[in-house]
T-cell receptor, first 117, second 114 residues
Framework: EADIYQTPRYLVIGTGKKITLECSQTMGHDKMYWYQQDPGMELHLIHYSYGVNSTEKGDLSSESTVSRIRTEHFPLTLESARPSHTSQYLC????????????????FGPGTRLTVL | KNQVEQSPQSLIILEGKNCTLQCNYTVSPFSNLRWYKQDTGRGPVSLTIMTFSENTKSNGRYTATLDADTKQSSLHITASQLSDSASYICVVSDRGSTLGRLYFGRGTQLTVWP
């Protein structure tokens, strides 16, 4: 079982509210990721981080923002939630690897199911 | 077009039966291929990882195969159990990226009936 945690597990909130999804890992991993997953669809990378003070946008455009002030913590924030943000959000982390490392395995948290009314 | 395609989209089998899930990919340059199991409402958990030089990898009742020439992989589940009901996701990683970018299939939703 990977030591990566997400809170809350479920969140139902009204339109316009500001929310922060928490993600923490105790494995000392440098790289962390946020994915968005809709039912029956593939995971889409929305944010990633190589380490402290590093954040990048992923393949899927997202109105959310992230921060990486501490190695173990990678929160995701939505300033003003909308129904279109309803989805499952998965956080992941991976150990440091050399370029082309074939075993850059990502460990996933349990996810946060967000519903915006 | 998704670079990782899985089939079937969903599958129902009886407990104790075997099944095989398919994955075709176009990701290049290829680094490795993983099969993940994702229980409903949970994050994916890795079952197997294979590089281009590996043809088969087993993990208990799960056996994955890889044909890097045809860019196809399969996951065979033997003597299925009720706890095998989940989504099985094929994930391919490209080579030469410090990020280790992953390309995800949409998954095969497996339901095992008693």
């Amino acid at each position: 079982e990977a030591d990566i945690y997400q809170t809350p597990r479920y969140l139902v909130i009204g339109t316009g509210k500001k929310i922060t999804l928490e993600c923490s890992q105790t494995m000392g991993h440098d790289k962390m990721y946020w994915y968005q997953q809709d039912p029956g669809m593939e995971l889409h990378l929305i944010h990633y981080s190589y380490g402290v003070n590093s954040t990048e946008k992923g393949d899927l455009s997202s109105e959310s923002t992230v921060s990486r002030i501490r190695t173990e913590h990678f929160p995701l924030t939505l300033e003003s939630a909308r129904p279109s943000h309803t989805s499952q959000y998965l956080c992941a982390s991976s150990a440091p690897g050399r370029m082309g490392d074939t075993y850059n395995e990502q460990f996933f948290g349990p996810g946060t199911r967000l519903t915006v009314l | 077009k998704n670079q990782v395609e899985q089939s079937p989209q969903s599958l129902i089998i009886l407990e104790g039966k075997n099944c095989t899930l398919q994955c075709n990919y176009t990701v290049s340059p290829f680094s490795n291929l993983r099969w993940y199991k994702q229980d409903t409402g949970r994050g994916p958990v890795s079952l197997t990882i294979m590089t281009f030089s590996e043809n088969t990898k087993s993990n208990g009742r799960y056996t994955a195969t890889l044909d890097a020439d045809t860019k196809q992989s399969s996951l065979h589940i033997t003597a299925s159990q009720l706890s095998d009901s989940a989504s099985y996701i094929c994930v391919v990683s490209d080579r030469g990226s410090t990020l280790g970018r992953l390309y995800f299939g949409r998954g095969t939703q497996l339901t095992v009936w008693p």
